[in-house]
């Protein structure tokens, strides 16, 4: 099986029955719709190229499928994407995906292989403002935590700010949201910190 290094299989470099039979063998792993081989290592990088797959290029990965590409979260059943509003596109966008308008700036978007994420900041904040009801409270507190945690934030004040920032919707639960999140965030600044007991040995 050949494969261009840093590049995700679909169905139109293999036959499912070949991918599977591939996954079966021990040569590949799936990556939401997507395929790679095994030597290459399960990062940012391959699940943002897994996650294009399923969308036109201008889409930005956002809330729990960017919490996903930044490894602090499950993948999720159904990707979550947004387009800038006034955007215009005839192609046809994957089941697996749901797909809403929104304003972005550039500082809200990094580029992972090539592909666009809302950074762990703006990942918080949506997530926060948007919770899907599947999500527990602890449960969500965490997933704030570690993406501020990811995105090297020391404390609340930056999400808090951004959430205050433009349209006021859910901004007031998305605060409260974020006060509950100093506790967790400081734990993991201190497990990852060098002599800590976690990493200690």
């Not at 809302?118 to 409270?137: G, H, K, Q």
Request: aromatic fraction near 6%; charge should be positive; proline fraction near 5%.
């Amino acid at each position: 099986m050949t494969h261009q290094q840093g590049r995700a299989l679909t169905l139109n470099d293999l036959s499912l029955a070949e991918l599977y039979s591939a996954r079966l063998d021990g040569q590949v792993f799936q990556v939401a719709d997507s395929w790679c081989v095994i030597d290459e290592i399960d990062g940012c990088s391959n699940r943002a190229l897994a996650a294009s797959q399923l969308v036109p290029p201008r889409a930005i990965a956002e809330q729990l499928t960017a919490a996903w590409i930044y490894g602090v979260a499950s993948e999720p059943r159904r990707h979550q994407f947004c387009v800038l509003i006034g955007a215009r596109t005839t192609a046809l966008w994957s089941p697996r995906a749901r797909v809403r308008e929104i304003v972005r700036t550039p500082d809200d978007v990094r580029t992972i292989a090539g592909v666009r994420v809302t950074t762990p900041l703006r990942t918080a904040v949506d997530l926060a403002r948007y919770t899907p009801t599947s999500i527990s409270t602890p449960h969500l507190t965490a997933l704030l935590a570690r993406l501020l945690h990811y995105g090297e934030f020391h404390d609340v004040s930056a999400a808090v700010g951004l959430c205050k920032r433009g349209s006021p919707a859910h901004s007031t639960v998305a605060v409260a949201r974020f006060a509950a999140v100093s506790v967790p965030l400081y734990a993991l600044r201190q497990q990852s910190e060098p002599g800590s007991t976690s990493n200690a040995g």
